[in-house]
């Protein structure tokens, strides 16, 4: 009966499990995702996971990453896939995260599949949940606001082109460049 008592105690006083806790339980680094989650669901059964915050936000890890204000994925152990709403940079173009892994069993490295290629880190870069600083239209692409007028340039697989934020076609690929690059 005592016993009863304290589980039925100890149950109702836990809060309930966050986003760190569900990333922590399937292997990943708390430290993938932000400070500052407003909400976040995850369907038990199928473990796909919305997460929302009040405002797009970017943070730098070995590289800066960009987080919409409601990004969503998909978690297994030591993996999250079909990601939408994160973008990590690489020079000055920035990428969409499809999907983060890390190695099990671990080798000290975490993986983000940005679709042409699988960017590379050091997993401490992601043991504790870093600041992320708001976005607004008029921040340029390392996030500081004003003082450059560079865009956010995002590749894109529908055109076979570059296509600037506001979607207009900076570069397009046709089919003779495969050929003069393997020639």
């Excluded at 008592?5 to 922590?24: E, G, N, R, V």
């Excluded at 199928?46 to 204000?69: A, G, I, M, P, Y």
Aim: charged share 20%; proline share 4%; with cysteine.
């Amino acid at each position: 009966m005592i016993v009863s008592l304290f589980f039925i105690i100890k149950q109702s006083s836990s809060s309930p499990p966050s986003i760190y806790d569900a990333l922590s339980s399937n292997g990943l680094p708390i430290g993938l995702l932000p400070k500052g989650i407003t909400n976040f669901t995850i369907d038990p059964s199928t473990q796909r996971f919305q997460v929302h915050l009040n405002s797009s936000c970017h943070t730098k890890f070995e590289t800066s990453v960009r987080f919409d204000w409601n990004f969503s994925g998909s978690l297994s152990y030591g993996q999250i896939s079909n990601l939408s709403g994160i973008a990590a940079q690489d020079l000055f173009l920035w990428f969409p995260v499809k999907g983060i892994h890390v190695d099990v069993p671990t080798t000290g490295l975490i993986y983000f599949d940005v679709g042409v290629v699988y960017k590379q880190f050091a997993l401490s870069s992601f043991e504790i949940p870093r600041d992320c600083t708001e976005l607004d239209d008029d921040d340029d692409d390392d996030g500081g606001g004003g003082g450059s007028e560079t865009e956010l340039i995002v590749l894109t697989d529908r055109s076979r082109g570059i296509q600037d934020k506001s979607e207009n076609l900076l570069m397009q690929r046709s089919e003779g460049d495969e050929q003069r690059a393997a020639a």
